[in-house]
């Protein structure tokens, strides 16, 4: 599990939701864009990214766009 955000409140019952769930999380750099963040993806063999949609002069849901393409056209359910 991975979070993609600048801090926030949120992060704190993120990271106790994962210690309940023996899951590892992942702190993906803020400032990251799509060539960083897609290395840190494939190097951790991410599953999950819980996400930001903007902060500042960053787009996170562009930026994710740009990474992984193939989820634009995605179904859910």
Not at 38 to 43: A, F, H, N, T, V
Not at 54 to 60: P, T
């Amino acid at each position: 599990m991975g979070i993609y955000s600048p801090n926030k409140a949120e992060w704190t019952l993120l990271q106790m939701s994962c210690g309940r769930a023996d899951l590892v999380l992942v702190n993906v750099n803020p400032a990251f864009q799509s060539h960083e963040l897609s290395y840190c993806l494939q190097k951790v063999q991410m599953k999950a990214l819980v996400m930001a949609d903007r902060f500042k002069h960053s787009d996170y849901v562009e930026i994710v766009r740009n990474t992984i393409p193939e989820l634009v056209d995605a179904t859910f359910g």
